[in-house]
């Protein structure tokens, strides 16, 4: 079977307790109802759920969401630290890659959807981030920047399409909504392309707008 793993890497610090860290805990139930209960998808995708403060912690490792009755919830509080959460990533990622094909499965470049409200405590991130994009496994990354984060940061952790916050458009509940929404119709839409090529591709089907959000280049300097 083809299999499209789907990574949500998600800030804990203590800059999210609040009104930001409730509006995703309230939208991961939709997320799983709208997977789990849609046979084609299930079947073609797997979901893991990683959050990171001072430490990254997986919350769900890798699963079919049918095979669970909800997802974990995030809590708030500590640092944000992106080092640690791109070296748990990897490690993740490499193990739940093994595992799927040692089942026999065909598995697909992993995507990753990142989010974060502010600015990486500490100073050696890139480096596990370097790790990260350059090994056999690299993901797909679409970042997602709210409140304190740089659109230069956001923009950097990207390697597919990346979207920051419109200033004072939305509030921050409001921008997770639609993050949330756009991950979830991500995860659909792309399980769809697979079972409608029948073939060795798929099309990753992620917004190119999402409301409350701008796209920001990859391309800039």
């Not at 995708?45 to 997802?71: K, M, N, W, Y």
């Not at 739940?96 to 974060?116: I, M, N, Q, T």
């Not at 350059?134 to 390697?159: D, L, M, W, Y």
């Not at 073939?199 to 089907?205: E, R, S």
């Amino acid at each position: 079977m083809q299999i499209l793993p789907f990574y949500l890497l998600c800030d804990e610090s203590g800059s999210m307790i609040g009104e930001s860290i409730d509006a995703i805990n309230r939208a991961l139930p939709d997320l799983h109802h709208e997977i789990s209960t849609n046979p084609t998808v299930a079947d073609k995708t797997r979901f893991c759920l990683i959050g990171f403060s001072d430490t990254a912690t997986v919350l769900q490792p890798l699963v079919d969401l049918s095979d669970i009755d909800e997802v974990p919830a995030l809590a708030a509080g500590g640092l944000t630290s992106y080092g640690d959460a791109f070296r748990t990533l990897l490690r993740c990622v490499e193990a739940d890659v093994a595992a799927l094909k040692a089942e026999g499965h065909e598995v697909y470049r992993p995507v990753v959807f990142f989010l974060s409200d502010g600015i990486p405590t500490d100073e050696d991130w890139e480096q596990a981030y370097k790790e990260l994009t350059e090994s056999r496994f690299c993901p797909k990354i679409i970042s997602f920047g709210i409140g304190e984060a740089q659109e230069a940061t956001i923009a950097h952790v990207a390697n597919f399409r990346a979207f920051m916050q419109k200033d004072s458009a939305v509030s921050p509940a409001q921008a997770l909504r639609e993050f949330a929404s756009s991950l979830t119709r991500s995860i659909v839409r792309s399980a769809g392309s697979i079972a409608a090529d029948g073939g060795d591709g798929f099309t990753l089907a992620v917004d190119d707008t999402v409301p409350g959000f701008s796209t920001v280049s990859l391309d800039k300097l």
